[in-house]
């Protein structure tokens, strides 16, 4: 904890505009710019998803336009086989990387963190700006490669060896597009592991006076969590990233076997392990998983915690169930290879861990729930998309149970059922985290509140649809569908064609309705009613600044914190809730000190 | 509005439950004589998972439903037993249900994976690549061939690189591009992949399992029911994965012992 008294503003307010909107070192700009990127890159990574459902529902329909973005990918605007993989991939790539890691963790986080933990900026703003402008780099890298030789990689965003790593003797996009791809998250990675620098050391380093750690609000405790997840996880991507490019570019066999044979050629590569990758890869891939959720859980806990106006049964069980996610997360990520050919008897030790992380899970759930009760919860686009968020979890999370057994994994492995599970508990949640993030902090931000009455039809659209969409992934993931496949021709398949037109209209849908959003987002920021500096009547270090904060945050005078930050209803004080700021003594034996 | 929610928030679950009670949608037919057991641990976690499910969201509900429109000057309240006894419940009735789940789902998958199979189980291999399936049987000298991956060819129909005219055990073995097997005999799959990941999935068989490149892997079953059946790939491949795929062909033992002499003829 420093002492905000001896502690200058670290940089003085840019004058050019350039410092000051571009190569920023402010962590609020900074933020500001992760969200952008995270915008732009989920209206990519949606586009795509409609093309490929339209692809799954009517796979003969000629899509105008789509000759634009590839000629040889879809002749006559109708996708060839490999293209809709490859469409497939980058879905997945651009959404789990650039918009559930960036906007929950790297966008919010960014922007808040060092308020509320009470601090003037990051303590390394170089490092800071560098790991949005190393991310902006990796996005551009990806994207490039739609437009080189054969297009993007068609391997699925898990990218498994040897497909991935044996060149473009595989097919189309497995040479320049793999590399691509795995120099794109090798960067994004860089980036990953500057900003959770950033992130771990002004919460153990940056608080001012009074604020412990157990006064961090929930929000900034699950960045905390997650940036510590984010140090390790990324940690391990990177080297097996470059180990991927070495077997394109310098012919290591890392995760090619020998004995390779492809267009009866035996391909010139001896002594990898094909499962080697599948290791390295979800030793990060399922910590991912948690590093999207859990700012999730903590921006919705936050949000509310504020509309409950009371605050959470417990704060500490919430912290130590986040926290005990983080590290199970790393126990259990041989889930995803139970029938991979792994020693069947791994597959049983990964399972139990896989089991008992339900348990952390459930009390985050209960907490959520119980602390629902005896509440007077105000209804807002904000808290409705948090309420929204603990429901999309819950279905999600349940249908965890049967995935974390391997011998109903034999069933489920690879169907659509694992595609509904992980959108619902992983994708959908985490952008109802963000949604709920963005009502609730907008005005902050900008200083203009966002539409209440769009921001709730956009909510309606997407809650509805949203089920509508990935509900029925799970019937049909019951009824053996598999996942990543351009066109449904088995004979058991066929039948199940209607419920995946149903589910491109609801997904067409859906999306559609998102335009209300950006609708909302862009006339808002221009032209919303002016915002106040305390709109939610919140208790912690964000509000008690200005809208939008200044340069450094606090102004003249650094905060000095008093109270935990959920003084909600508290007896005996005049309104029903008190600042963390205000030197007002509170009669509350629960106070975290 | 937070009574609507509510209200759509119960219907959504309801609804989502109906085609699963019902039994509109369910695993395919089970015809393998280990499925029963997968079978079972599939309807239990079902039966659990539902509970869940339909309690937690009904409850998120309610809570909305009451808590939404409290009257002015109403003091907060806490849940009777506070954070413990929520901590509690969750390690007692989660743990319970894990803990019985991952120790009734281990003897389902030890039934599958760690028990061995018969010293007279009838050994086929299956061989994957980009993008079909091709089988080998081991003729009646009952041993395999070895492979020389230098003299696959697929356009001289080589696909497993036999050298026929220098190996003995080659020379009756039989490759086929579909499958055959008899029914209610034990069948030793043994596994291999020619170039890249792939995976043999028989729902009804209750059998997937990944071929893995370098590592040849084998697995055990046995069908209990004549029919025709498909193999599919669950592992992406390339472009053509969505179409690699082969027919398994369950049979009486006579017309299995017919249908191999022909594929011999064939050869």
């Known amino acids: 904890m420093h002492d905000p008294a001896a502690h200058a503003v670290q940089h003085a307010a840019p004058t050019s505009f350039i410092r000051k909107h571009i190569f920023s070192l402010d962590h609020k700009v900074i933020g500001k710019q992760y969200y952008a990127l995270a915008l732009v890159a989920v209206v990519w990574g949606m586009v795509l998803s409609w093309l490929m459902r339209i692809h799954l529902g009517w796979g003969n329909y000629a899509i105008p336009g789509l000759h634009w973005l590839s000629s040889t990918g879809a002749p006559g605007n109708i996708m060839t086989p490999e293209y809709y993989l490859q469409l497939m991939t980058m879905h997945g790539t651009i959404m789990v990387f650039f918009v559930l890691t960036t906007a929950p963790f790297a966008a919010f986080g960014n922007f808040f963190l060092p308020i509320q933990v009470g601090a003037e900026d990051m303590p390394f703003p170089h490092f800071n700006m560098m790991s949005f402008w190393v991310t902006f780099v990796a996005f551009v890298v990806l994207v490039a490669s739609f437009f080189v030789g054969d297009g993007p990689s068609l391997g699925g965003w898990t990218q498994y060896a040897p497909l991935s790593a044996v060149g473009s003797v595989a097919g189309p996009g497995e040479g320049l597009g793999v590399v691509l791809w795995a120099t794109s998250i090798a960067i994004f990675c860089v980036g990953q592991l500057l900003g959770s620098l950033n992130f771990i050391t002004t919460t153990l380093d940056m608080r001012t006076r009074g604020m412990s750690l157990m006064r961090l609000p929930l929000s900034a405790w699950a960045w905390f969590i997650t940036s510590v997840m984010g140090l390790t996880a990324f940690a391990v991507l990177m080297p097996a990233c470059i180990l991927l490019i070495l077997d394109h570019v310098a012919g290591t066999s890392f995760f090619v076997s020998s004995n390779e044979v492809i267009n009866s050629q035996v391909l010139p590569h001896s002594g990898g392990s094909t499962l080697l990758w599948q290791h390295l890869f979800w030793f990060f891939g399922h910590p991912e998983v948690y590093i999207a959720i859990l700012p999730g859980m903590g921006i919705v806990s936050h949000v509310l915690i504020t509309n409950m106006r009371k605050p959470m049964l417990s704060h500490r069980v919430l912290i130590y169930s986040m926290g005990s996610l983080a590290v199970l997360s790393y126990m259990v990520y041989g889930h995803h290879m139970f029938v991979s050919g792994m020693n069947p008897f791994s597959s049983l030790a990964f399972s139990f861990p896989t089991l008992i992380i339900t348990i952390p899970s459930t009390i985050v759930v209960l907490i959520w729930l119980g602390s629902l009760y005896g509440s007077k919860l105000r209804i807002n686009t904000a808290s409705l998309f948090a309420l929204g968020f603990i429901s999309m979890f819950i279905s999600g999370g349940i249908s965890g149970f049967f995935l974390a057994q391997p011998s109903i994994d034999i069933m489920l492995h690879a169907t659509y059922f694992v595609v509904g599970h992980f959108h619902l508990v992983m994708a959908v949640a985490a952008i109802f985290g963000i949604f709920s993030g963005t009502y609730f902090w907008f005005p902050k931000m900008r200083g203009r509140m966002l539409n209440e009455t769009l921001g709730k039809l956009h909510f309606w659209l997407t809650f509805v649809g949203a089920y509508c969409i990935f509900m029925p992934f799970h019937y049909l993931g019951i009824a053996a569908n598999v996942r990543r496949y351009q066109a449904f021709t088995d004979d058991y398949l066929v039948p199940l064609i209607p419920v995946h037109k149903f589910i491109t209209i609801a997904a067409l849908l859906t999306g559609l309705s998102q335009l209300i959003f950006i609708y909302n987002l862009i006339h808002s920021y221009f032209a919303g009613k002016p915002a106040a500096d305390n709109p939610w009547e919140g208790t912690s270090l964000e509000w008690s600044t200005a809208t939008p904060p200044p340069h450094n945050n606090f102004g003249d005078k650094m905060p000095v914190v008093y109270h935990d930050p959920y003084q909600y209803s508290v007896e005996g004080t005049g309104a029903d809730f008190v600042m963390q700021t205000s030197p007002e003594p509170v009669n509350n034996p629960r106070e975290e000190k | ?267």
């Open chain 2, 1 to 267: 509005m937070a009574k609507i929610f509510a209200v759509t928030i119960v219907l959504i679950a309801i609804g989502s439950a109906i085609p699963i009670v019902m039994n509109t949608w369910h695993l395919p037919e089970d015809i393998s004589t280990h499925g029963p057991l997968i079978d079972e641990q599939y309807a239990d976690t079902m039966v659990e998972a539902g509970v869940s499910f339909l309690a937690s969201q009904f409850l998120l509900a309610f809570f909305i439903w009451k808590f939404s429109s409290v009257k002015p000057g109403t003091k907060t309240r806490n849940f009777p037993g506070g954070a413990m006894g929520l901590v509690i419940a969750a390690f007692l009735l989660v743990g319970t249900e894990v803990l019985a789940l991952g120790v009734f789902g281990a003897k389902a998958w030890a039934s599958v994976y760690f028990t061995p199979a018969a010293a007279n189980a009838m050994p086929v291999q299956v061989q994957a690549g980009q993008f079909a399936f091709y089988f080998r049987y081991p003729g009646p000298d009952g041993k395999f061939g070895p492979l020389h991956p230098d003299q696959i060819n697929e356009a001289n129909a080589n696909f497993f690189g036999l050298d026929t005219s220098h190996d003995q055990d080659s020379k009756d073995d039989i490759v086929t591009a579909e499958m055959a097997i008899p029914v209610n005999r034990e069948i030793l799959l043994l596994m291999h992949s020619k170039d890249l990941g792939h995976s043999f999935f028989v729902p009804e068989l209750r059998v997937q399992q990944d071929f893995v490149p370098g590592l040849d892997l084998s697995i055990h079953f046995t069908a209990t029911k004549v029919g025709k059946y498909e193999i599919v790939c669950t592992q992406l491949c390339g472009l053509g994965h969505y179409n690699m795929k082969a027919y398994l062909e369950v049979m009486s033992q006579g017309d299995f012992d017919n249908w191999l002499k022909q594929q011999a003829a064939l050869q």
